[in-house]
């Protein structure tokens, strides 16, 4: 069974600069969640989904981002313009439900802007 | 909303013996999980803690106290392959999302 993926690995885009990031799930997962580790800090959470819709977006910083889900598989996160404070590792995660103890993380997407 | 507390860094040798502490602050509980990190890969669950007491799993074990708001994670028999980071992450009653700790690096000498 594939892991969750998310595409791409790494992106250096200039301040101003738009980038969307693209997390697969585990197949059947209907939870998805997104968080971000910024400058080595803790890793925080952004936003939870549940199939197509969102559960809990109380961790998205501003309205420059934006989580979609578009028929509940695949989601994508939207950095519409970079700043600087942006920079950090993406980390998308899935479980089958809600109330499982285990989240399964991917790889996460490093993004640097410049 | 929550706050986790656990060292930033421990060094030790093979075959040792590490204990990572964590402390934390949240308003209900729901359970204490414990993930590994290594470089540039994705964070990996290691164990959850939703009662008191110890969970065993191979070398590595988990504890926690829930009226003294702390756990920890034991590494035991340390492997070379044992350096990473560990985070400490809590959920809160009627919630699923996850708050964790800033990490804890740990370094496995020869």
């Known amino acids: 069974e594939a892991g969750v993926t998310q595409f791409p690995s790494h992106s250096v885009i200039e301040k101003g600069q738009t980038v969307t990031l693209r997390c697969d799930p585990i197949?059947?997962?209907?939870?998805l969640y997104w968080y971000r580790r910024v400058m080595g800090k803790e890793i925080k959470f952004l936003l939870h989904?549940?199939?197509?819709?969102?559960?809990?977006e109380s961790g998205m910083p501003n309205n420059r981002f934006l989580a979609e889900r578009t028929g509940g598989t695949y989601s994508t996160l939207k950095v519409q313009p970079a700043e600087l404070e942006d920079s950090g590792v993406y980390f998308c995660?899935?479980?089958?439900?809600?109330?499982?103890?285990?989240?399964?993380f991917g790889p996460g997407t490093r993004l640097l802007v410049l | 909303g929550q706050s986790l507390e656990q060292p930033s860094e421990v060094t030790a040798v093979e075959g040792a013996i590490v204990q990572i502490n964590c402390t934390y602050q949240?308003?209900?509980?729901?359970?204490l999980s414990w993930y590994q990190q290594h470089d540039g890969g994705a964070p990996t669950f290691l164990s959850y803690?939703?009662?008191?007491g110890l969970e065993e799993t191979g070398r590595f074990s988990s504890f926690l106290s829930r009226s003294d708001s702390y756990g920890y994670l034991l590494l035991q028999e340390l492997q070379m392959k044992d350096s990473a980071s560990y985070f400490c992450?809590?959920?809160?009653?009627?919630?699923?999302?996850?708050?964790f700790g800033a990490g804890t690096t740990v370094t496995v000498r020869a």
């Open positions: 197949s059947g997962h209907d939870n």
């Open positions: 992450a809590v959920r809160a009653a009627n919630d699923y999302k996850l708050s």
């Open positions: 803690n939703a009662l008191d």
């Open positions: 995660a899935s479980s089958q439900v809600m109330s499982e103890e285990t989240q399964y």
């Open positions: 949240t308003s209900g509980f729901y359970g």
């Open positions: 989904f549940v199939k197509e819709s969102k559960q809990d």
